[in-house]
């Protein structure tokens, strides 16, 4: 379960507001595999809301990026993270539908959500945040994307960082081992 606090905060209305709907489905996804068997209809209406909120959500932001004049180089880099994180959920949606164990497959899927959103919302949506602060206070764009490449943060907010991409390197890293597996026994086959 993730918990929405403080830390979190952008202090931009609209992107606070859908970021903790995001908490709200995803705890709500999470719920599906915390009692018993989870209803596979259930656990796929819930995570296509997610998506789609998600989806929406990615364009709203990039949306007021654009209109507040963001600087390009900065929106290109955002723009990446939000498409590689429909590319991963993608193909982790994939594994559930051919995986043999479904429950375990989709439970690795709310803990990449999960740690996902923790290190993007408090890495380049805080990023984001501080250069739109900038503009507003006189800053060329280029100026505010220079002065604000990194942030100070404290040390709880640090360590929830990297604990997220700590967890998000342990999932490739199991992922590739897998690969390696379907490849060894490929290989052993022929
Ligand atoms: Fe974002």
Redesign the pocket.
């Known amino acids: 379960m993730i918990e929405w606090s403080e830390q979190f905060e952008t202090k931009i209305e609209m992107v606070d507001t859908q970021h903790q709907r995001l908490f709200v489905l995803l705890n709500s996804l999470a719920d599906c595999f915390t009692v018993g068997v989870p209803n596979e209809e259930m656990v796929e209406q819930v995570l296509r809301e997610l998506q789609n909120y998600t989806n929406q959500h990615?364009t709203d932001?990039e949306a007021m990026m654009k209109e507040r004049n963001i600087d390009p180089q900065f929106f290109a880099i955002?723009h990446m993270?939000?498409n590689s994180f429909i590319y991963d959920l993608s193909r982790l949606q994939l594994h559930i539908s051919v995986d043999e164990d479904e429950v375990q497959t989709a439970e690795k899927l709310v803990h990449f959500i999960t740690s996902w959103l923790v290190y993007?919302i408090l890495g380049?949506?805080q990023v984001?945040a501080a250069q739109l602060r900038a503009i507003k206070q006189g800053m060329t764009p280029q100026q505010a994307y220079q002065a604000n490449k990194t942030i100070n943060r404290d040390a709880a907010t640090m360590q929830l960082i990297l604990t997220s991409v700590l967890d998000l390197w342990r999932g490739t890293a199991e992922h590739c081992r897998l690969l390696e597996e379907e490849l060894l026994a490929l290989k052993q086959s022929t």
């Open positions: 990615f932001e955002h993270e939000h993007h380049v949506d984001m």
